[in-house]
């Protein structure tokens, strides 16, 4: 998929979706994810009461979730875009989510990170798509959100570790990395241009800048 600027899941989440006519279907209210090294969007779960609508009109419970796959969304601007129709997409449904295979957004939102040492750094807060699509996980908590605070930038920088630092995604995150390692290279990020002027920027007119650790597999 192509994206106009990167962004996180609770942003993606607030996007009207639009078929390939450019017609108004609902929004996403569920997520699904695949890792093999590389954190992918996997499925897409659409709300709303256009969507509730639809779903009656196609006889389908109320209480079963309709799964896309996530190759259906071609593009995202203001807008998440599909590359199928309204009507069609009763063709696309997907089933059920295969529980073992894939990691649903609401169940990695608050997990817990821990380093190669065994060691917590932090839970996860969000997912991050960089405009390429590539997917990494916005940390918060333990040594990200002492740091943060400790410059009084916690409401002002994500901290961005891309997923090829994971080793595993179970009930928690396993890094490839130390937790020194993230410490000292976040300590070095801090320093960059882009934090500083969010620094600098007066509280009114503050945007969120993102620093992000590793951005290459670190050996």
């Not at 740091?147 to 901290?159: F, Q, R, V």
């Not at 994971?166 to 300590?187: P, R, Y």
Request: hydrophobic share 40%; with cysteine.
């Amino acid at each position: 998929m192509d994206l106009a600027q990167s962004l996180n899941c609770r942003e993606l989440k607030k996007y009207d979706v639009v078929d390939s006519n450019g017609e108004k279907i609902g929004r996403i209210g569920e997520m699904t994810f695949t890792f093999d090294k590389e954190l992918k969007l996997a499925h897409f779960i659409l709300v709303g009461s256009r969507w509730e609508e639809l779903m009656e009109s196609l006889g389908i419970r109320p209480d079963i979730d309709p799964v896309f796959n996530a190759s259906h969304i071609t593009k995202i601007t203001d807008r998440i875009h599909l590359d199928t129709t309204t009507n069609e997409l009763k063709l696309a449904i997907d089933p059920e989510v295969p529980p073992d295979e894939e990691h649903r957004l609401s169940n990695l939102d608050g997990m817990d990170i821990y380093d190669k040492e065994g060691l917590k750094v932090g839970n996860i807060i969000d997912i991050d798509f960089d405009a390429d699509g590539m997917a990494s996980f916005t940390v918060g908590g333990g040594i990200i959100e002492e740091t943060l605070e400790a410059i009084g930038l916690k409401a002002d920088i994500d901290i961005i570790v891309p997923a090829n630092t994971v080793e595993s995604i179970t009930d928690t995150v396993k890094l490839f990395v130390s937790k020194d390692d993230l410490q000292l290279t976040m300590d070095e990020a801090l320093q960059d241009e882009t934090v500083r002027k969010a620094r600098d920027r007066a509280a009114t007119d503050r945007e969120v800048a993102k620093v992000r650790l590793y951005s290459h597999r670190p050996f």
